[in-house]
């Protein structure tokens, strides 16, 4: 993957092992981005699976982190553990 996507790493992609995630700053661009990792997944006889794909979200879970427009964020799902937490007596 980090050869096939050498060129793209970093600035519009993202890899590890067999996960990607495509990003853009401007929604405008994000046809574009896609459009081009997808002639290099053809280029390549690449295959997705169409299960573990998401097109248009913001946010969501790569890799254990939850990723925003702002950055990498802390998992709400996990801080809730923290904030029902009963307040400590002593």
């Not at 702002?70 to 799902?77: D, L, S, V, Y």
């Amino acid at each position: 993957m980090n050869k096939v996507f050498r060129a793209e790493i970093g600035d519009m992609l993202e890899v590890y092992m067999d996960d990607m995630i495509v990003k853009s700053h401007e929604e405008t661009d994000h046809a574009a981005h896609l459009r081009k990792v997808f002639e290099q997944v053809r280029r390549c006889k690449m295959r997705f699976n169409p299960e573990k794909c998401t097109f248009g979200v913001r946010a969501g879970k790569f890799l254990g982190f939850y990723l925003t427009e702002r950055g990498i964020e802390a998992n709400p799902i996990k801080c809730k553990a923290f904030t029902e937490l009963p307040t400590p007596d002593s």
